[in-house]
């Protein structure tokens, strides 16, 4: 692999937080995700397909595991018929939520469109990054 001005030990050094954040939250599902167990508390696996028109059941399945697995959700498995798994943040979870709403909040001022009209009041936006 050639040698670029990206691969020079200090310039990876100043990139780690954000690489790091990177490679735990990639993936084209993980921010609505926690977006929408952080909005609605608990979310069930068929909730979450729903919600996420286009997701496969594997995709969300892989998805949720490496959020699981990287602290950000808990999985709650309740021994019924039928069976019942619960998602909700973790701590750490909980605490990503204010970026999750900046980011949600710049989103709508700088890339929707003018007369797009957010689900969420600005009541709930702020109750939810106080959490």
């Given at each position: 692999?050639?040698?670029n001005?990206?691969?020079?030990?200090?310039?990876m050094?100043?990139?780690?937080?954000?690489?790091?954040?990177q490679?735990?939250?990639?993936?084209?599902?993980?921010?609505?995700?926690?977006?929408?167990?952080?909005?609605?508390?608990?979310?069930?696996?068929?909730?979450?397909?729903?919600?996420?028109?286009?997701?496969?059941?594997s995709?969300?399945?892989?998805?949720?595991?490496?959020?699981?697995?990287?602290?950000?959700i808990?999985?709650?498995?309740?021994?019924?018929?039928?069976?019942?798994?619960?998602?909700?943040l973790?701590?750490?979870?909980?605490?990503?939520?204010?970026?999750?709403?900046?980011?949600?909040?710049?989103?709508?001022?700088?890339?929707?469109?003018?007369?797009?009209v957010?689900p969420?009041?600005?009541?709930?936006?702020?109750?939810?990054?106080?959490?």
């Amino acid at each position: 692999m050639t040698d670029n001005k990206f691969r020079k030990r200090e310039i990876m050094m100043r990139c780690a937080p954000m690489s790091t954040l990177q490679a735990v939250l990639s993936g084209k599902w993980k921010f609505l995700i926690l977006w929408y167990i952080a909005v609605s508390k608990v979310q069930r696996f068929g909730e979450l397909l729903r919600r996420l028109d286009g997701i496969t059941q594997s995709t969300l399945t892989k998805q949720l595991r490496e959020l699981e697995y990287d602290g950000f959700i808990h999985r709650e498995i309740y021994k019924e018929i039928p069976p019942k798994v619960e998602y909700t943040l973790t701590q750490l979870g909980k605490s990503f939520v204010p970026v999750l709403t900046h980011m949600m909040m710049w989103s709508q001022d700088h890339l929707c469109p003018s007369d797009y009209v957010s689900p969420y009041t600005e009541e709930q936006i702020k109750e939810l990054s106080e959490q």
